[in-house]
């Protein structure tokens, strides 16, 4: 046998050796991952056997896309990938739309007829419309109104002359996932939401606490902070908005490991039902939730539509029945509603109420380790007095908690003030 048959024979038995390597490493390769942090993307779970799958070739093709995504050692390999296009200066194409939308249910009579069929733009150029779509992620953009902001500044000092010096008030916008984007031309249509917040603070009287969320979110956003079909942060979002109150109230907060966590899978926000491809509902968000590490009991509160009575019903501050509906942001409170009153075994005087649009559904589960009660409420459905809510059940803080496009919209503080009354 030659030296040419030799060098044959080593390099079959090298490419082999690999072959065989790879198949036993993906075979102990963990299959449970279910996110790709470098991705910020869903990955493809396990499909479920079934015949009809089998024959029609479905089971086939959802498996291939999930041992693709399960690859050993993927991350390192995609991140590799992107050093490798970023060093040679490749630039993938885009896609890139800009979609009029009627906006979410911030301030009521200031939204348009959502059933309105949004307008659809793939020109950048202009800065037509509210909600940008870049690749797989839908966000909203900010304007800021000089106007508006410092109504909306007004406002929280108007209740807190109301609720009195004995009341702590405090207030916290977080910023929307657009303010954090890389990419100036398109971060640009937006204003910038650390201008708008310090604006708002400084229009504050020296009665109300500002909450920075602002800064720990940056810190961190690289991470899972943000939904990419959906308008809202996500639980890891509000956990670090947590810890950015935690701060300021002088709390000692819980380590994020304290609380058990879960997640439901294929989730797709409200804004993506307005994208113009496919690529935003192929590419669904995890809805990831924590747990409390102590118990509570959750009454909640609403109107009956037609009699306006005031009625209740037992509620969870972690409602699981979210998490088999096509609404899984629903998990936090289980939504939106007049008023909820927390209990916890928590040994403290201490009581908060938290004044929120759905930005606090994902927040308030996090301060239950530092209050005995907390009061959750929404001014787009409740129509008592908070003043006399305050005095009757001794609540001593108050904790104004919003997204930065709520302080654009007049209805929504005219109904705070409504509750002052």
Known sequence: MNKKSHISYLNVFIFLLIIYLFTILNLLTPKNKTISEVENRTLAQKPVYSLDNLLSGKYFRDFESFFADHFFDRENLVQISKDITTLKGIKREEEVYLVDFAGQNVGGNDNEDESKKPEVKNQVASTTGNLLILNDTVMELYKFNEEKSKLYADTINKVSGKLGENVKVYSMLVPIQI?????????????SQ?????????????????????????????????????????????????????????????????????????????????????????NPDNVVYYVPPV??????????????????????????????????????????????????????????????????????????????????????????????????????????LNYILTTNFDSFMNSVLNLTN
């Not at 879960?262 to 192929?282: C, M, R």
Request: aromatic share 14%; charged share 25%.
């Open 179 to 191: 303010e954090f984007l890389t990419n100036e031309k398109y971060k640009n249509l937006s204003d």
């Open 194 to 282: 650390l201008d708008a917040i310090k604006f708002v603070n400084d229009n504050f009287s020296d009665n109300i606490i500002p909450v920075d969320a602002y800064t720990p979110i940056k810190e961190h956003i690289d991470e899972y902070v943000y939904y990419r079909t959906d308008h809202h942060w996500t639980a890891l979002g509000a956990y670090y908005g947590y810890l950015g109150f935690a701060a300021t109230a002088e709390l000692e907060a819980v380590p994020l490991n304290n609380y058990k966590k879960n997640e439901a899978q294929d989730y797709l926000g409200h804004i993506s039902t307005v994208n113009p491809s496919e690529t935003v509902n192929n």
């Open 295 to 400: 118990k509570t009991d959750m009454q909640v509160f609403y109107y009956d539509k037609e009699t306006g009575e005031k009625k209740s019903y037992k509620g969870d501050v972690i409602n699981k029945k979210y998490v088999f509906l096509d609404q899984k942001y629903g998990i936090f409170l289980g939504g939106d509603f007049a008023l909820g009153v927390i209990k916890t075994n928590v040994r403290t005087d201490k009581k908060i109420m938290v004044i929120k649009d759905s930005y606090g559904n994902a927040f308030i589960p996090f301060l239950t380790p530092h209050y005995s009660e907390i009061y959750v409420v929404d001014p787009r459905h409740y129509k008592e007095s908070i003043v006399d809510l305050v005095n009757k059940n001794g609540i001593g803080e108050v904790l104004f």
